[in-house]
């Protein structure tokens, strides 16, 4: 029965079942009943649903075997509950492709992530934090320059990444979470890249700081203190500002954001947060740029969004090594066989050159 893939789809799409009911033109009751597994559509009607809710008809027949171990959320206050679930929909939905794909390996060529041994064991103070990031850098072998791929990195040493496409309206950051204890971290592509790689440090933070944060110390500011800290070190940070300053200049801020993927509100709580710059220094270029209308929108070319290509790649090789066939590769990418075989094939590139 289709009851828990139908159920899925529509929250990830975030439709109620009235809404859906309105595109596919039945009653509410019906959809009800298909989701409770009371009754099965007609193959007609469940096309119509597979193309209300953007997915492919044998989504609907997929087993559903993944659920969510543990997830924590970082949103705004006010992000409704069916928003929520609509992200949680479309999660469970990407890992359980993932874990379909690492199914047909007999050892998937990815590590699997292990909790670094950091020199700090237990953070009772903000200062701490910055040994922390810089430790972390050391441990992964990154050292001190710019992090220009973040997911790369992180899905290097078995973090998952998801990036949902749920339009959350400003109202989602991101989130980390386990499933069968493999962690991820989730991101959305409504934000430009330098908040998309914030987002991915600060869940990074949840997890390199689990179990060893005191209790007096907030976890979220904890975690916004190492998402800077490990995107742009202290010892870079006074390298291209210096140890003491009067004042920043808007350019200086626009050049660290375009070469460390922080943005300029991060750098300037960075320079803050190392008593650079005095706290009074730090309001009056807050003021500035909310009066300037740049919380949001910051002034010039937007950093580039941080893109995942290894489920893909993973796909491909499969497909390669005769693992898997075109049909599978296409569900297993949300696509149909038609658009795969042109990607597979490269036509668009090739027009694109042409």
């Known amino acids: 029965m289709i009851g828990g893939r139908l159920k899925q789809a529509r929250l990830a799409a975030g439709f109620s079942m009235e809404q859906l009911a309105q595109q596919v033109n039945l009653s509410r009751n019906m959809i009800k009943k298909y989701e409770h597994d009371e009754s099965m559509p007609r193959s007609d009607t469940m096309s119509k649903m ?9 989504y609907f027949f997929r087993p559903m075997n993944a659920g969510l171990d543990t997830i924590k959320y970082r949103t705004c206050s006010n992000t409704p509950q069916r928003l929520l679930k609509a992200i949680k929909a479309d999660i469970e939905e990407q890992i359980e492709r993932w874990f379909e794909l690492k199914d047909l390996w007999p050892n998937l060529p990815i590590g699997n992530y292990q909790k670094p041994a950091l020199k700090v064991d237990f953070i009772d103070s903000m200062v701490q934090i910055e040994d922390v990031a810089d430790d972390l850098r050391v441990h992964w072998d990154l050292g001190l320059a710019a992090i220009h791929n973040l997911i790369d990195v992180l899905e290097q040493q078995g973090i998952g990444v998801i ?19 493999h962690p991820f971290i989730v991101v959305s592509d409504q934000w430009p ?5 914030f987002t991915l440090a600060h869940e990074l933070g949840h997890l390199i700081m689990d179990g060893v944060l005191c209790s007096t110390i907030d976890e979220e500011l904890a975690c916004n203190r190492f998402a800077g800290a490990f995107l742009l070190p202290r010892s870079e940070v006074h390298k291209q500002l210096g140890k003491n300053r009067k004042k920043l200049e808007l350019q200086e801020l626009y ?24 706290d009074s220094h730090r309001q009056q270029l807050r003021r500035l740029f909310k009066q300037m209308d ?35 590769a296409a569900e297993l990418l949300g696509i149909s066989v038609t658009k795969f075989y042109r990607a597979r094939k490269l036509e668009s590139m090739c027009g694109a050159a042409g």
């Not at 597979?50 to 044998?58: E, G």
């Not at 890249?193 to 790689?197: A, I, K, S, V």
């Not at 660290?256 to 947060?273: H, N």
């Open 255 to 278: 050049m660290l954001k375009q070469e460390y993927g922080l943005s300029m509100q991060g750098c300037i709580y960075r320079a803050a947060d190392l008593q650079i710059i005095t």
């Open 193 to 197: 890249g330098d908040r998309q790689r």
């Open 294 to 328: 740049w919380r949001k929108k910051e002034p010039g070319h937007a950093y580039p969004n941080e893109q995942t290509h290894l489920f893909k790649q993973l796909v491909y090789r499969a497909l390669a090594e005769s693992m898997i066939t075109e049909s599978k």
């Open 163 to 181: 990036i949902t496409s749920v339009d959350a309206d400003n109202q989602f950051d991101g989130l980390v979470g386990t499933i069968e204890g």
């Open 50 to 58: 597979a193309q209300a809710l953007n997915v492919r008809i044998d």
